[in-house]
């Protein structure tokens, strides 16, 4: 239901239950009708509307929080992802084929999460799952030349592996 529909059902719920009131008034005792059961009507009226507000907030907080998170880690993710790109493209021309994976990789990560954005179409599913993975292995197989490959490869498997959260 779209919320039109849902809008046009809530007014029509109100305005029914106000009809009804009106004509259950008159059928009401006299003592019904007096400031005490008014005030005693109005109590509860107003303790409902109130934790109906408190649930809702409680909703509304829940849902951002939740957002808030996922909006981090998605941030943290990519952050992570270009950090071990710039690594590897430090490493050397060795690594251009590791890049490659890298975003190969990523595009197969994002597809997974959003199948609807269809990024690569000739991966399958485990395919897409251990694409990172087998970057890992890969850094891992790197021969460094120097010591500054060295560290450079250390570098990307550690940032690698807190990518994968190994």
Same mark, same amino acid.
């Given at each position: 239901m779209n919320s039109t529909v849902i809008a046009l059902v809530s007014v029509a719920c109100i305005f029914?239950?106000?009809l009804v009131g009106? #004509? $259950?008034r008159k059928m009401l005792p006299a003592d019904h009708l007096n400031t005490e059961s008014k005030d005693a009507v109005q109590v509860g009226a107003g303790m409902i509307s109130m934790m109906s507000a408190l649930v809702l907030?409680?909703?509304v907080s829940s849902a951002k929080q939740n957002f808030d998170s996922t909006n981090a880690a998605l941030v943290q993710g990519g952050a992570k992802? #270009? $950090?071990?790109d710039r690594l590897l493209a430090s490493y050397g021309p060795e690594a251009k084929e590791l890049r490659e994976q890298l975003r190969q990789g990523l595009a197969a990560s994002i597809e997974l999460l959003w199948p609807e954005e269809r990024l690569q179409?000739?991966?399958?599913?485990?395919?897409?799952a251990t694409a990172m993975e087998r970057l890992l292995q890969?850094?891992?197989? $790197?021969?460094?030349q120097n010591e500054a490959q060295r560290a450079l490869q250390q570098q990307a498997q550690a940032q690698s592996s807190r990518s994968l959260g190994i």
């Open positions: 029914g239950g106000t009106l #004509i $259950l907030g409680l909703l992802v #270009i $950090l071990l179409e000739s991966l399958s599913n485990f395919e897409k890969k850094i891992r197989e $790197l021969k460094p």
